[in-house]
């Protein structure tokens, strides 16, 4: 055996026990062809054996497996990679229309023509049970878009709003079933949904009244009067609707009784605006006009009447209305009110005086019915008249007459 020392090795001679101890800085080389030791002159022989040396096995690690790669489910096809498992998917646009052409023509029922896209309208995407999706339109331009659902079919339902119908696909219910296909990002599945907005209503609510200036009658359930009472008529209006009540205006009409006359005075008011008063109570011509009436506004024409004289004796009902007209609804009449007239009924009662002997005539007596006055007959007539009595029983005595007796 030999020593070699490679580079960056020494042998180091050890003066007590006359022996070499090899250094090595690096490693040992040992060469087993030779059994000899060959030291560089001046060397001695070692005497001691060099102890083999100790071999330590190190604990090797076992190889970490390689990890599995997972290939996650994707629904952006570019991101897909060769192999990877990608959903078909397709992307939804609910499209919501104003419908312009009115029911029953050709074009109702789809956008077509002028019909325009609106915004502002709430949708709800399910599939069967599932909600998938919801939103408004607008949030995406004009439309409503949710992208990556699925191919399949889903339920688009449109929640309705006030003062609309909905004319595609109709009210009942208003649910579309659209198939979403397999699509890139900038194709869509479209769905359209149209409605119609349901026109406002001019709804005038009128009323007439009426009472007397004069004097009220107790116990007659009706207004009641004589004549030459003064009446006080009412006429009062109001839009209950929802739209303008418009043409040219609001036209008030009184056909007045014949047995009433009007006797100028009057007033007028409305809510918002000025009303004409034109004064004409023949139920041809205006009354007074309203002009617009608009929804929720409210007006009233008052003006008075008096109780002719020209009546039947006795009770007499005089009925009175009043129209209004508008161009939404055309003519309509109010209410009628009653006025209860009693006009006395008057009597004559004829008293005959009769001379059977003498040379008296009958215009010679008086005669006398109480409460009433004291008559003569006309001379040469023979009788006398005591008028406008009211119905009843009465007397009648007559003065004496010197000489004569009944």
Not at 128 to 146: A, C, M, Q, R
Not at 233 to 252: H, K, M, P, R, S
Not at 253 to 272: I, M, P, Q, W
Not at 318 to 334: A, L, M, V
């Amino acid at each position: 055996m030999k020593i070699n020392l490679l580079p960056n090795k020494k042998a180091v001679w050890n003066s007590t026990y006359k022996t070499f101890h090899i250094v090595a800085l690096v490693a040992l080389v040992f060469n087993m062809s030779s059994i000899g030791v060959f030291l560089t002159p001046n060397t001695a022989l070692a005497k001691e054996k060099v102890p083999e040396p100790t071999v330590v096995a190190e604990k090797v690690k076992e190889k970490a497996p390689e990890p599995t790669k997972v290939v996650e489910e994707t629904t952006d096809k570019d991101s897909c990679e060769t192999g990877a498992k990608c959903e078909d998917t397709g992307n939804l646009r609910i499209k919501k229309y104003h419908e312009l052409d009115a029911i029953g023509t050709p074009g109702y029922g789809s956008k077509t023509g002028s019909d325009y896209y609106m915004t502002g309208w709430y949708f709800e995407v399910t599939q069967g049970s599932v909600s998938v999706g919801n939103g408004w339109t607008g949030e995406d331009g004009d439309f409503l878009i949710i992208e990556d659902l699925p191919v399949g079919d889903y339920q688009v339902t449109e929640t309705q709003q006030p003062g609309w119908v909905n004319s595609d696909p109709g009210v009942n219910p208003i649910t579309k079933t659209v198939t979403v296909v397999d699509e890139d990002t900038t194709t869509y599945s479209n769905v359209w949904f149209g409605n119609t907005e349901i026109p406002g209503v001019c709804d005038l609510e009128i009323v007439k009244s009426v009472k007397n200036l004069t004097q009220s009658i107790p116990g007659n359930p009706h207004v009641s009067a004589e004549p030459g009472n003064t009446l006080e008529y009412t006429l009062t209006y109001e839009n209950i609707g929802d739209a303008d009540c418009t043409g040219g205006g609001v036209q008030l009409f009184d056909n007045l009784d014949s047995r009433l006359t009007f006797n100028g005075a009057h007033t007028e008011d409305n809510d918002d605006h000025d009303i004409t008063y034109q004064g004409n109570y023949n139920g041809t011509d205006p009354v007074a006009n309203a002009h617009v009436v608009s929804p929720g506004e409210s007006g009233y024409v008052i003006f008075q009447a008096v109780v002719t004289d020209d009546l039947e004796c006795g009770e007499t009902i005089i009925p009175n209305k009043y129209r209004i007209w508008s161009t939404e609804n055309g003519s309509q009449d109010s209410n009628i009110v009653n006025v209860n007239v009693y006009k006395e009924c008057f009597g004559s009662l004829k008293v005959i005086k009769t001379v059977d002997f003498g040379e008296a005539t009958p215009d010679m007596w008086e005669f006398t019915v109480p409460g009433y006055g004291t008559q003569s007959p006309a001379q040469g007539q023979d009788y006398v008249t005591f008028s406008l009595l009211p119905e009843g029983t009465y007397s009648a005595t007559e003065s004496n007459f010197p000489g004569y007796h009944q």
